[in-house]
C-alpha cells in the first residue's frame, strides 16, 4: 500500500512539473514576462542538439527567478516553455529580450517532437540576417490557434554573462516601450561625449595629468556605451560578428587605464602613495598588452576564463582610487570632495553590474536604468570636479602673479634708492665743473660705480622675474 501511494506521488509530482511551464496568456494581459515560466537545462560542454533537447531523457529545471540570470559561464543554457493564447490570432506578436550583448540564441518552434521554424539572433549575427534589424534580439512570434498549444525551446551562449529578460509583446507595445529606454540611452551618450569634448579642451590648454584620465574616461566611456546599448551594431559595426565583443572588452581595458591615470593625479600627503602610485603606472601599461589580447584572441576563446581578471582589477582600481581621492579631500582639496561622490556613484553603478556578471543577485528589470542614472550623476560630479579644480588653479595663478608685481615693485624701489644715491653725489659736480677732487671723489666715484653696476644687475634680475611671473603657473 505505501508503495502505490509513493508511485501516485511521483506521477502526479510529474504531470505537475510537465505542466508548470505551460502558460495561456490574454491579449490584454500583454506584454508577459516569461522568466518565470522557463525550464532550465544547462549544457556545461555546448554539446547537445535540439533533437536531444526534444527527447524525453531530459530533466529539465524550473525556474525561480523573474529574469533567469546565469551570470559568467562556460555553458549553453537551453530553455523551454509552452505557450497557448485566447484571441490573439490577427496581433503582431514578437519575443523580445532586453540584452543587447547575449552573444547568440537560437529558437526552435516545437509541433509535438519536430522543429517547425527556427530563428537566431544575438550581437554575433550580421544586423542583415536578423529577423527584426535591432539594437536588441527581437524574435517573431505566431501563437497556435485556440485551444492549441505552441513550444518554445532556445538555446543561449554569452562570453559575458547569460540574462534572459525574456517577454512575450506585440510590435506596437515593444515600440513605445522602447522609445524612453533610446531617449535614455542618447542622452547618456550625449552626455558623455560633451564632457569628453571639455576635458579634452581642458587638458590640451593645460596639460594637466588629471584631464588626460577625465578625458580618457569619457572617450573610451562613449564606445563602451555604444557596446552595451547595442547602438554600435546599429550605427558603426551592423555586419561584424566579434566587434560588438572585442570593442567592449578593450574599451573596458581602456577605463581602467583612464581610473589609473585619475589616481595617479591626485596630490596628497601619505607615506603609501609613492607605493600607491607604483601600482598605478604598472596597471596603467598592463592595459596595453591586455587590450591587444582582446583584439587578436581567436573569437571562440573569448569566454569568462579571460573576462572575469579585467572586472576584478577595474573594481579594485576604483576602490583605490576612492580611497586616494578620500585622503585628498580630508587634507583639504575641494575637488576631491566632488571626485570622491562621483566614484561612490561609480562604484554603486558598476557593482550593480557584479551582483549579477557573478551571480550573487539575480538580475532586475530596472536594473540597466538605474546604472545608467548613477553614471549620469557620477558624470555630473566629475564635471564639478573639474570646474572646482580649474577654479583653484585660477585662484593660485592670480596670487602668484599679485606676489610677482609685488616683488617686482620692491625691487624697483630699491632700484630708484641707488639711482639717486648716485646723481646726488660730489662726482657729478665733478663732471659738470669739470674740476677734479682729488683721491676722496675718485674713491666715491669708484664705490658708486660698483653700486651702479649692481643696481643694473638687480634691475635686469627684475625683468627676468617679472616675465617668469607672466607665465603662471602648470
Known sequence: MTGLLLTVALLLLHCTDARAAELNITQNQLPVNLGPYLDIFEDPERTLTIEQMTSKS??????????????LSKSAHWFSIVISGENMMDEDLVLSLDTPTLDRIEFYFVNGDEVVRTSVAGDTIPLSQLDYPYRIPVIPFEIAAQGQYTKIIFRATSSVGVEIPLTLTTVSLLAESQQSVLVFDGALLLMFLFCFGISLVLFVYTR????????LFFGVGSVFLLTQTGLGRIWFWPESIDANTRISLVSATALVASLCLIGRALQFENRYRDSANIVLRFLTYAMIPLGLY???????????????????????????VLIMASITAVQGSKAAIYLVASWLLIILAYSSLL?????LLERFASSSIVGQALVIAAGVFLLMSMAEFVRSKSDELVEARMDTKAKADFLKNVSREFLTARTSHPCKLEAINGRTVGQTGRAYKKTYDNRHTTERSLTQS???????GRTGIR
Open 208 to 215: 594637466d595629468p588629471l584631464f588626460l584620465g577625465v578625458t
Open 294 to 320: 582582446y583584439i587578436i584572441i581567436p573569437f571562440d576563446q573569448i569566454n569568462s576564463d579571460n573576462v572575469v581578471p579585467v572586472l576584478v582589477i577595474a573594481l579594485l582600481v576604483a576602490f583605490t
Open 58 to 71: 531530459i530533466q529539465w529545471q524550473r525556474s525561480t527567478q523573474s529574469i533567469p540570470t546565469m551570470g
Open 462 to 468: 627684475n625683468k627676468r622675474f617679472a616675465g617668469d
Open 355 to 359: 551582483v549579477y556578471k557573478f551571480e
